[in-house]
């Protein structure tokens, strides 16, 4: 008879050989096992740890980690609406309560079948084509009534996702404006053999030249950071592409991903020949699963054209391939170090720096960590010269930046500008009427307000990621910053403790506020919390927990004062409410079995 | 040329070796740094953020830093105290601790150094987590509410007896500790009293049965002396190797949860 | 210690608490004479007043376990010009918050059906009695409060302490020894 553990090895093997039971691929060989129950089944942990030789605590510990992994039975179909704030203004919070009420589940629960589940998650970067879904991880866009009520139907038929009409998951590219890197479209390849022609570190001084700063947030040196690596001795050095993508309201890696990845992994390639890497990575969020077998093809066709693999362009010594890893639910894992943490299979958790990537990273092994718009941006730098692209933009911020509007605006989706551009022209192309507010580079960045629209985007100004996201005068900012809260202590890895409690802290205080609770303490109380957040925590989502916030009470403080009904501290809770169980299991309902509001 | 191996903490000149972090380098030269998940025994975590100090005016966290020559280091100020005293109390509302029932209390590193940093309250609203305990193990009880996560016994478990029998599992406020066994239990894993793992606990989670409170109120660890005058606490178990504990009259097993 | 021209005016009440902390005052022992030198008592176990009237130190034990609790602590709240959370109960809900992680509901109904032993139970009704709180809360999330002097209970040495810091216009301060939490 088989035992518990045998039924699992049918399905479990497969997988483990293809990761050659390399336990650094975990969090891989967890994504792929959980596709056959839609959880991780206990035996199965059981199997693993024995193939693996991890000890259980560790494999479960990992999924608990990750937001898309689960360890109960969560349904044969898991439905995870996007909940950015953009998602909100087009009212997905409507339509997720329909679907519930279609399905008849709770959000958050297993229906009673253990048919599905109905939950929310972070920005699945569709902000310009919401509001958006997943289902078991497979991104839906513009999600109307009809679309819920027809994916209601599906369910309830019980249809098998792949067989659900191709049109749900027509994900567009959107792409408004196109600049030096949307608009180019060089042969796969030639960048490669630029580079060959005139040599590894000429192409390193070039991009030097060229004032290539990364485009994932924090603007470093590209050609300093590769010269570091490629200079810090190792066994082995190492490429990471970072398509992490989880600041809300950014969405251009998706589309260089979709239609420029031969730009991205030549970009990669480069890379590798400079700093002397053979191996290279590309973290994909696992939102952007549907992109998998699109990028594995593209993978597997520079193969075929010797782009890749052994011998690249018939150089002998020139060998270098990429593997994707998939995340799992955890915008941690953008910042570099947990995504490193994460490649190696284990929680994403940011490490302490220094040492660095550059220096220790995959396997403490030197390793580069490049934004996907930074590769892509380094092709074009090796065919044309690092001069001509320090031409473009501002004197210290180089180039191009691809931004991704949303919001309220005619025409959302991909705008590349070079460095420089204001606000208001951003605006005015992308047809936004009546703005209130731009956030810019997602809850982590800045929030403006209109007499600012003529600042710039650019790193000695208003540095970005790439998230543009427009609020028109209908909207509430309060509301704004309380969603992007909620977002931080979703997303807080828990590691320090400021960052764990603190984020959710301040979430509780919005939330209080939002009832209509607050008083001038809790703003005290907030702003306590902002300098203990920005100078203690671990890492940057720590520190920028708090921006929304005080970006919102700086600029749009109506929004705030509308809350403050009391002039004095007024409990969080409802008191009258807090006697509502007591009323209705005694059956009182006289004057004394209530609490008025306040003493005030 | 200034090639001294040396910084100041708050004023004091603090020599110190290649690789050593502040906070070592001060605890060798005999100075306090608040500290919850630092353990002088184990590789430096930097999880708790109570060591926290700034150098050349910079907050950082003393357990991980290293220093560099001159650095100028501020601990005890009122500024940095004041946010210890903040993340203590962040610890406090996280979990449940009423110390009045709590078997560590006297021994306990968070309360010692909720003392030394004169928090008179948890400032903050409860979370009142709840957080069911495992007394399934016979000799050992583990109370999760106190767990401050600061992952000493994952780090003694793993790294010195070669065990694993404890990690942290799930994310954000939602973190908490798991043992290594398929029903969750303690009872279910290779744990042993011997273990490291046993006696690293800043705080009340790990705890030998039938000891507690075994030590009268006045001679606990931390009655006589405040936490910054005890030298190097390392979790100061009350029911550890360095206790009487053994020599205690077994009482009636502790019927299991 | 020069006595005040005027007698401070001193309010003391037990919430959801065990009279432990108002024992532990009333250890202050023979400086009790002393202190009454220096205030007067208003609502509190030693007085027959009660309600609360305008006073000058309001000092509450135990957290807030029912509707009567959050009456008598707003009384205070209103009527003291400075309010003392005193022990472990008030300060973090104590051994009452014990309940915290179970449902309300579920608690009334264990204790007045489910329990054994019980026939025709039902859950006491009188318009008289205060109903229970889904959660104990400690006082500092329902009023503001000014100062805490922690403990289970405090020791006399500590309260004392805080009340003399305070009658001479001091910020209070507990050392080492002073301060602790059981
Ligand atoms: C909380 C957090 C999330 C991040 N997310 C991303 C991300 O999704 N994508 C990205 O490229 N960089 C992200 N970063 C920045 C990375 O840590 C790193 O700086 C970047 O990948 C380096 O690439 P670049 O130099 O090309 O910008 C994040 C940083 C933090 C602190
Ligand atoms: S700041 Fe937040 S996300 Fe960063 S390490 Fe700390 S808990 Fe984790
Ligand atoms: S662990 Fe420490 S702080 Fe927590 S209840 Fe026990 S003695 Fe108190
Ligand atoms: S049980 Fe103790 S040692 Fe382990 S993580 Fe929790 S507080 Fe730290
Ligand atoms: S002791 Fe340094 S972070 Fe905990």
């Known amino acids: ?125 569709l902000c310009d084509q919401g509001p958006a879904l997943l289902v078991n991880n497979i991104a839906i866009n513009r999600l109307t009534q009809e679309r819920v009520n027809a994916i209601g139907e599906l369910i309830r038929e019980r249809l098998p996702v792949s067989a659900w009409p191709a049109m749900f998951f027509a994900i567009e590219d959107n792409i408004r404006r196109r600049d030096v890197l949307l608009g180019s479209h060089p042969k796969p390849g030639s960048a490669l053999a630029a580079l060959l022609q005139q040599g590894a570190a000429e192409t390193l001084q070039q991009i030097k030249i060229s004032k290539l700063r990364g485009r994932g947030g924090a603007g470093f040196s590209t050609g300093s950071k590769w010269e570091l690596c490629r200079d810090a001795p190792g066994e082995q050095h190492y490429v990471v592409c970072n398509a992490d993508e989880g600041e809300p309201g950014t969405f251009k890696d998706r589309v260089l991903l979709n239609s420029y990845a031969d730009r991205v992994f030549e970009g990669m390639t480069l890379c590798a020949r400079i700093i002397g890497a053979t191996r290279g990575f590309l973290y994909l969020r696992g939102e952007y699963r549907y992109l998998l077998e699109h990028l594995q093809a593209v993978l597997q066709h520079r193969r075929q054209q010797n782009l890749l693999g052994d011998a690249i362009l018939g150089q002998a010594d020139f060998n270098f391939d990429i593997e994707i890893h998939l995340g799992a639910g955890a915008y941690i894992c953008g910042e570099e170090s947990a995504l490193i943490e994460s490649l190696e299979g284990k929680r994403g958790t940011p490490r302490n720096r220094p040492p660095f990537p550059v220096t220790h990273g995959y396997l403490n092994q030197p390793t580069v960590v490049n934004n996907v718009e930074t590769f892509a941006a380094t092709c074009l730098i090796c065919l044309q010269g690092g001069a001509w692209y320090a031409g473009i933009g501002t004197e210290t911020s180089s180039g191009t930046k691809i931004l991704s509007v949303s919001g309220d605006c005619e025409r959302p989706g991909l705008y590349e500008y070079p460095f420089g551009v204001t606000v208001s022209q951003v605006l005015s192309d992308c047809g936004a009427k009546d703005t209130q507010a731009v956030q810019i580079s997602g809850p982590s960045g800045v929030c403006i307000a209109p007499d600012e629209f ?27 910053a309380r969603n992007f809260v909620h977002f931080f202590k979703h997303e807080s890895c828990g590691f320090c403790t400021p960052c764990r409690v603190g984020t959710s802290l301040l979430s509780n205080m919005m939330d209080k506020l939002s009832h209509g609770h607050g008083s001038p303490y809790d703003f005290a109380e907030i702003e306590k919390l902002n300098v203990l957040l920005q100078s203690t925590s671990h890492c940057g989502l720590g520190h920028s927990a708090c921006n929304p916030v005080l970006d919102t009470i700086a600029r749009f403080r109506p929004a705030y004062d509308k809350r403050l009904a009391h002039k004095e501290f007024v409990p969080a809770f409802d008191l009258d409410r807090a006697l509502s169980q007591a009323r209705q299991m005694t059956g009182r309902d006289d004057t004394g079995a209530h609490l008025e509001r306040s003493h005030e | ?181 398929k029903s969750g239990r303690l009872a279910d894993t290779n744990f042993s009293g011997d273990d490291k793992a046993a006696h690293v606990c800043p705080v009340g989670v790990i705890l030998k049965k039938r000891v507690g409170f075994a030590i009268p109120i006045g001679s606990r660890s931390f009655d006589e002396q405040p936490i910054s005058a005890t030298p190097h606490p390392q979790g100061a178990c009350p029911v550890g190797p360095r206790s009487n504990a053994a020599t205690l009259p077994p009482h009636p097993t502790v019927k299991d949860a | ?70 009456h008598v602590l707003r009384e205070f709240r209103a009527n003291c010009k400075i309010l003392i959370a005193i022990g472990a109960c008030a300060i973090n809900g104590g051994l009452p918050a014990q309940r915290n992680h179970l449902s309300l509901s579920a608690i009334l109904e264990e204790v007045y059906h489910a329990q054994h032993g019980l026939v025709d139970g039902f859950i006491p009704n009188d318009p008289e009695l205060p109903l229970p709180l889904d959660k104990v809360h400690p006082i500092h999330e329902v009023v503001k409060v000014d100062y805490f002097i922690p403990g289970c209970p405090p020791s006399a040495d500590a309260i004392w302490k805080v009340l003399t810091d305070l009658l001479a216009g001091k910020e209070p301060e507990l050392g080492h020894g002073l301060i602790h939490y059981d």
């Open chain 1, 1 to 125: 008879m088989l035992n518990q553990a045998d039924t699992h090895a049918g399905y479990l093997d497969p997988i483990l050989i293809r990761h050659r039971h390399n336990a650094n691929d975990l969090l891989q060989i967890l994504i792929a096992a959980q596709d056959h129950y839609g959880y991780i089944h206990s035996d199965a942990i059981d199997h693993l740890s024995g193939q693996l030789g991890l000890p259980r605590s560790k494999i479960e510990g990992v999924s608990g980690f990750y937001s898309f992994l689960h360890l109960q039975a969560s349904g044969e179909y898991r439905v995870l609406f996007s909940d950015n704030i953009t998602d909100r203004m087009l009212g997905n919070m409507d339509l997720m309560q329909s679907l519930c009420s279609q399905l008849w589940v709770e959000p958050g629960k297993v229906s009673e079948d253990g048919l599905l589940s109905i939950n929310t998650t972070s920005c699945t970067g």
């Open chain 3, 1 to 70: 210690m020069n006595a005040p021209t005027k007698k401070l005016r001193v309010a003391t009440t037990s919430l959801a608490g065990c009279f432990g902390c108002h024992m532990s005052f009333l250890d202050i022992d023979e400086r009790l004479l002393e202190l009454v030198q220096l205030v007067e008592f208003d609502r509190s176990p030693l007085t027959d007043i009660k309600h609360c009237g305008p006073c000058d130190i309001g000092i509450i034990e135990g957290g807030l376990c029912n509707a009567e609790n959050v």
């Open chain 1, 454 to 480: 003529n600042r710039r985007i650019a790193f000695e100004d208003l540095p970005t990621a790439g998230a543009f996201m427009v609020f028109d005068r209908s909207r509430d900012m309060f509301e704004v």
């Open chain 2, 1 to 181: 040329m200034s090639q001294s191996n040396t910084f100041t903490l708050d004023g004091k000149t603090i020599p110190y070796s290649e690789g050593q972090t502040i906070i070592q380098a001060a605890m060798a030269a005999g100075e306090y740094i608040p500290h919850l998940c630092f353990n002088p025994e184990f590789k430096p975590h930097g999880s708790c953020k109570l060591c926290t100090v700034k150098a050349n005016g910079r907050q950082t966290a003393s357990c991980t830093q290293h220093p560099a020559p001159d650095m100028v280091v501020e601990s005890d100020t009122k500024e940095i105290n004041d946010e210890r005293r903040t993340l203590l109390q962040m610890l406090f509302v996280e979990g449940n601790h009423f110390c009045p029932s709590c078997e560590k209390s006297g021994n306990c590193q968070l309360q010692a150094t909720a003392y030394q940093l004169n928090m008179m309250s948890p400032h903050f609203d409860q979370f009142f987590p709840d957080r069911p305990l495992d007394a399934s193990h016979p000799d050992y009880l583990l109370d999760f509410n106190r767990c401050i996560l600061c992952s000493l016994c994952v780090r003694a478990s793993r790294d010195v007896d070669g065990k694993n029998v404890f990690a942290l599992s799930g994310r954000g406020i939602k973190s908490h500790l798991i043992v290594n066994a």
